[in-house]
């Protein structure tokens, strides 16, 4: 199986600030066939199911805030929210998709400071 | 716009089973799969498989080979998740999600949630 590790577990940021979370997988999901990182993130308020951020590492799903990016490749991705708002507190995921079973990191906690 | 609605909230004791529906609405049923990922009480989340609605095939997660079967009405939009021989560590939210057999591995469009509890 594909372990995917989050860090930190958890944040603290200001608003208006950069909030970052990092992924890492314990294997590539890049699929050289068609250059494509198999990975998406998703946020979860309480209460509520996930809600899909990202696909295919970097691509922003429609109608998700443009302050939210994702970047890296192979084995190391970043989730960045270039400027915190008080509606982003949630948990985010991470999750691979190249190979099953599916599998998502552990969670990262993020909260206003 | 695509639903998916699920069933509601199950208490069942060990050693019992629980299906979980899942209709669906606002898209055509067969051209999607549907996914199950469960979320134990302030745990992160598990897939435990998918099943294609064009021809039913399955993918389940090895720990929950022999114990969870996943199925499709097509004439219903409905997508159901068996799981037998329910453990208290089964307790759990489950969630039934929008997948695109063969072109995309992320879930795009999720249920409300189904709370299962399980306990003597």
């Known amino acids: 199986d594909i372990v995917m590790t989050q860090s930190p577990d958890s944040l603290a940021v200001s608003l208006g600030e950069r909030a970052t979370i990092n992924c890492k997988s314990s294997?590539?999901?890049?699929?050289?066939?068609?250059?494509?990182?198999?990975l998406g993130w998703y946020q979860q308020k309480p209460g509520q199911p996930p809600k899909l951020l990202i696909y295919?590492?970097?691509i922003r799903e429609s109608g998700v805030p443009d302050r939210f990016s994702g970047s890296g490749s192979g084995t190391d991705f970043t989730l960045t929210i270039s400027s915190l708002q008080a509606e982003d507190v949630a948990v985010y995921y991470c999750q691979q998709y190249y190979d099953t079973p599916i599998t998502f990191g552990q969670g990262t906690r993020l909260e206003i400071k | 716009q695509v639903h998916l609605v699920q069933s509601g909230v199950e208490v069942k004791k060990p050693g019992a089973s629980v299906k979980v529906s899942c209709k669906t609405s606002g898209y055509t049923f067969f051209n999607y799969g549907i996914t199950w990922v469960r979320q134990a009480p302030g745990q992160g989340l598990e897939w435990m498989g998918w099943?294609?609605?064009?021809?039913?095939?399955?993918n389940y997660a090895q720990k929950l080979q022999g114990r969870v079967t996943m199925t499709t009405d097509t004439s219903s939009s409905t997508a159901d998740m068996e799981l037998r021989n329910l453990r208290s560590d089964d307790t759990a939210v489950y969630y039934c999600?929008?997948?695109?057999?063969?072109?995309?591995?992320?879930?795009?469009?999720w249920g409300q949630g189904t709370l299962v509890t399980v306990s003597s």
């Open positions: 295919w590492a970097s």
């Open positions: 294997q590539s999901v890049l699929y050289s066939s068609n250059n494509k990182n198999y």
């Open positions: 999600a929008t997948y695109l057999p063969g072109v995309q591995g992320w879930f795009d469009t």
């Open positions: 099943i294609s609605g064009y021809n039913g095939n399955t």
